[in-house]
């Protein structure tokens, strides 16, 4: 199994403030991957790192084999790396659909940019939203769904663009417990059946023991701990992390 | 979006009132000219501040570049510029009707892809600019290109320059379509209806859903691969084209080129292409159209019936528009009538439950 | 290069910069002020500045010398503020900060009309009867009134911070700025707080506005001129950067002057657009190396 992303000590600092320190992972292809940590661990920032949000300081990220830390915000995006937000940000004038049929991955060339958008799109689109369970709503303005709705349209449009790896940013924060289980169902229907690697950042913990083969830490900036999830739960430091994190 | 019926039976209106209109009203030819020019004003306007959200008071320069271009290669075409501009213009030299008509298109053809290349350049620099830091930015760039024309001494510097008149014959003015005022009503007629059928096509592409993603979340449309800056540019340059061409029939119809009041009016047409959309109502097709139509009929209003104060009318009317109408007419329309848009209030939808199934 | 063969030409150019920056400064303070604490582009604050000229013009115009005009400039512009705040500006403080500029906008373009109408389109000054005085046998000269505006311009902005610091609606005001939401709950009345801050800035404009009067020269449509310099120096200073305003405003000042001297003086309003131009490509490009933009 090869690695589709490698994070070699990327640190990242805002001034004084070291959010990223020396920071490495790995993550297989085709794996799900949990990463978690107190708040103010430097998770957010490392995936900001990872996707170009922001320039890193030291390091190196290498996602299929190639650098991303050179490359900007929608060249990584092409590649197949895709990540969701914590504070959602969805086109909220738009509809759903239309939320949707503008994530399609197609080219930017000069040539194709004044095409129209195909009509088998709606059908794709609408596919999609059933799937995450948006189909009633997807005529509404993406605006007017709750947080918990726009997280599962973010998810949507996400998959509508066909990653290769999708890092999703507390995907379950803010959606009513009822429906987390559909999304943990959905999470590993979407690796297993279309083969998407997932990199996903949790506080729920029954989420992640559930959901990840594979966990990473993080406090304080640095890398904590890494193992599988029953590893994880046990160690000491994590606990301590969570805990002494008050 | 209007519905199919609606904007077809709009579309019919436009073209029967662009048509009998110099017929019913020859006395007001020329604001109906000016008239057709604010619904491009607008319109382009659209692409920028209302599809993209990105508001811009530089657009003007297109105008008066297009307006000083088009004139220039007119003059150029038949006579020398300089000499032109220094022996008062028409008063000493005049164009032949084939001189005129040759350098007349060529002079709109430069004033048309000049601009767009400049706004191709342009906006690779200021593009990437954002909210009022975009706006402020081409207001001082709008202002500084009034400034700048102002020193340019071959267009005539602060003087301004003289346009070539429609040719006589025998004394006559050319008997052309019933004469210059009605070739350049005509002209303008048909630059606003390639504008509008233009930005018609545009706004059904994906490229026009793209600048609406931009002005919803731009953040969001980079981070889902969208390459925003060529979207943006691109957009401009298609402004551009359409403005200069706009300029360059103005300046015809006005006769003579001032740097700040006629050409980069940006104090005046500058601001007014902003408040025409506004007030019809930014990011529709037909918002810029109406807007533009309304705001026409207040202007000359205000000009005729409050002379001395129809600046303090036309301010007072900016901050009515832009406190109690922001979504202007159509927004308002919209409210009133959703059927017209093909927009059904579906409550169903909003009360609707997330359902996932699991067996999917 | 001519600057450097004429180091005469450069000091008065310095000295006549630093002294009109610091008018510059002042309206740059009050626009920072109400950027700062409602976020609205006040649009109309150059038209404020030549209004509160023309009530020290309309001073002067009585037999008066104009110097007593100052207090009535700030007056009348502060109680102007406050209405046009009660009656206009309170309705689009919460909205699109675009939707500000264009009311402001419209505000500043009635003021401009109405300016033209009461006082004439010709250009004006109010003299003060200060002298001149003259250095290195004639070199330099440097008119007494524009170091009389230098002092007052400082000591205005310095009574302003003062006040800022030390009374209590300066606090509320500085409260709110931070955090609106939060200053309500602690019993702030926002509203109030607004509508003085912008009553304040005002009555900085009109006092700027008194100074140009006597140093410079008047003109009911050179407002916008002043509104865009109060805006580049707030955008070079930053919002919160007090000294770093009045630095930026002196250091425009003084460009202004050099660039009347080495191009004309007629390019004064397209060197100062330029400049904003160039200012905020060369801002955002520099951002853009780390990914960020303007906010």
């Known amino acids: ?246 | ?360 | 290069m001519i600057l450097l063969q004429a180091p005469f030409l450069n000091l008065q150019a310095l000295l006549d910069g630093v002294m009109v920056g610091s008018i510059f400064a002042l309206v740059a303070y009050g626009m920072a002020l109400v950027w700062g604490v409602m976020n609205i582009i006040n649009v109309a604050q150059g038209e404020y500045v030549i209004l509160g000229g023309y009530i020290t013009f309309g001073i002067y115009k009585l037999g008066v010398s104009p110097i007593y005009g100052m207090p009535f400039s700030f007056l009348f512009l502060f109680i102007l503020g406050y209405i046009l705040y009660r009656l206009i500006v309170f309705r689009v403080v919460d909205k699109d900060m675009f939707i500000s500029i264009l009311a402001t906008f419209g505000i500043s373009i009635m003021i401009q009309q109405f300016m033209n109408m009461f006082f004439g389109s010709q250009v004006e000054t109010a003299l003060t009867g200060l002298g001149t005085i003259f250095f290195f046998d004639g070199n330099i000269t440097i008119a007494l009134v524009k170091v009389f505006s230098f002092v007052i311009s400082i000591l205005g902005a310095i009574a302003v911070i003062y006040f800022m610091r030390v009374s209590k609606l300066g606090r509320a005001i500085r409260a709110t700025a931070q955090n609106p939401r939060a200053a309500r709950i602690l019993g702030v009345d926002t509203e109030k707080v607004y509508a003085y801050t912008y009553a304040i800035n005002a009555g900085l404009c009109g006092l700027a506005g008194s100074l140009v009067a006597m140093t410079y020269t008047l003109h009911p449509y050179i407002g916008l001129p002043y509104t865009v310099r109060s805006f580049m120096i707030v955008i070079i200073a930053g919002l919160g950067n007090i000294p770093g305003v009045l630095v930026s405003g002196l250091g425009l000042g003084a460009i202004e002057e050099f660039s009347a001297y080495l191009i004309g003086s007629e390019f004064r309003i397209g060197v100062i657009f330029s400049l904003l131009v160039i200012i905020l490509v060369y801002r955002s490009k520099k951002l853009a190396k780390k990914r960020e933009y303007l906010k």
Not at chain 1, 13 to 36: P, T
Not at chain 1, 117 to 123: I, S
Not at chain 1, 149 to 163: D, I, R, S, V
Not at chain 1, 202 to 229: D, S, T, W, Y
């Open chain 1, 1 to 246: 199994m090869t690695n589709i992303l490698e994070v070699n000590n990327v640190s990242k600092f805002f001034g004084g403030v070291k959010a990223n320190e020396d920071i490495s992972l790995n993550i297989k292809q085709g794996s799900i991957v949990g990463l978690i940590g107190p708040n103010g661990s430097g998770k957010t920032t490392l995936f900001n790192s990872i996707v170009g949000t922001h320039p890193i300081d030291k390091g190196s990220i290498k996602f299929e084999g190639q650098e991303l830390s050179t490359m900007l915000v929608d060249k990584i995006a092409t590649l197949g790396l895709l990540r969701t937000f914590q504070q959602t940000k969805i086109y909220g004038q738009m509809s759903c659909m239309m939320n949707m049929k503008i994530s399609k991955k197609v080219s930017n060339d000069y040539s194709r940019i004044f095409d129209k958008l195909p009509k088998e799109l709606d059908e794709e689109a609408e596919q999609i939203l059933s799937f995450v369970g948006l189909y009633e709503k997807r005529n509404l303005r993406a605006g007017e769904l709750s947080f918990g709705q726009q997280k599962l349209l973010e998810l949507a449009m996400a998959l509508m663009n066909k990653p290769k790896m999708l890092m999703l940013d507390e995907p379950t924060a803010g959606i009513n417990p009822t429906l987390i289980n559909g999304i943990i169902d959905r999470l590993i229907k979407i690796n297993d059946k279309y083969k998407i690697t997932l990199f996903v950042i949790e506080h729920n913990m029954r989420v992640v023991m559930n959901l990840a083969q594979h966990i990473f830490c993080m406090a304080h900036g640095k890398m904590l701990a890494n193992g599988k999830p029953a590893e994880i739960k046990n160690d000491k430091r994590v606990i301590d992390a969570y805990l002494g994190a008050h």
């Open chain 2, 1 to 360: 979006m209007l519905s199919d019926k609606k904007e077809l039976s709009g579309i019919t209106l436009i073209i029967l009132f662009g048509v009998l209109s110099p017929i019913l009203f020859p006395n007001y030819r020329i604001q109906l000219s000016e008239l057709w020019i604010f619904m491009v004003f607008a319109s382009t306007w659209n692409i920028q501040g209302g599809k993209m959200g990105y508001n811009s008071f530089g657009n003007i320069i297109f105008f008066g570049l297009g307006m000083y271009l088009c004139a220039s290669t007119q003059i150029a075409y038949a006579f020398d510029l300089a000499e032109w501009t220094a022996a008062g213009g028409v008063k000493t030299f005049v164009h032949t009707a084939s001189q005129y008509f040759i350098g007349l298109p060529l002079g709109l053809i430069i004033a048309g892809l000049v601009p767009a290349l400049i706004a191709g350049f342009l906006g690779s620099l200021i593009l990437g600019l954002r909210g009022h830091y975009f706006a402020i930015c081409t207001l001082g760039i709008g202002i500084a290109a009034g400034e700048f024309a102002t020193s340019v001494s071959i267009w005539g510097g602060g003087q301004g320059m003289t346009v070539p008149v429609w040719p006589k014959v025998d004394g006559q003015d050319l008997d052309f379509l019933g004469g210059g005022m009605n070739f350049f009503y005509t002209l303008s007629f048909l630059l606003f209806v390639s504008t509008f059928f233009t930005l018609r096509w545009l706004f059904s592409t994906r490229f026009g859903l793209i600048l609406t993603a931009i002005r919803d979340n731009e953040d969001k449309a980079e981070a889902m691969g969208i390459p925003t800056m060529r979207y943006k540019v691109t957009g401009w340059v298609f402004s551009a084209f359409f403005m200069g061409i706009a300029g360059g029939i103005y300046g015809n119809i006005n006769g003579y080129i001032e740097p700040t009041e006629v050409a980069f009016a940006g104090a005046t047409f500058g601001v007014y292409m902003v408040l025409m959309t506004i007030l019809g109502g930014k990011g529709t097709l037909w918002g810029p159209i109406i807007g533009a139509l309304v705001f026409q009929v207040f202007k000359e209003f205000f000009w005729t019936f409050f002379l001395g104060w129809q600046l303090v009318a036309l301010g007072f009317l900016i901050i009515v528009i832009v406190v109690f109408f922001p979504e202007g007419i159509m927004g308002w329309l919209r409210q009133k009538k959703p059927a017209w848009f093909g927009e059904v209030v579906d409550s169903k939808a909003r009360l609707a439950q997330v359902k996932i199934n699991t067996n999917d």
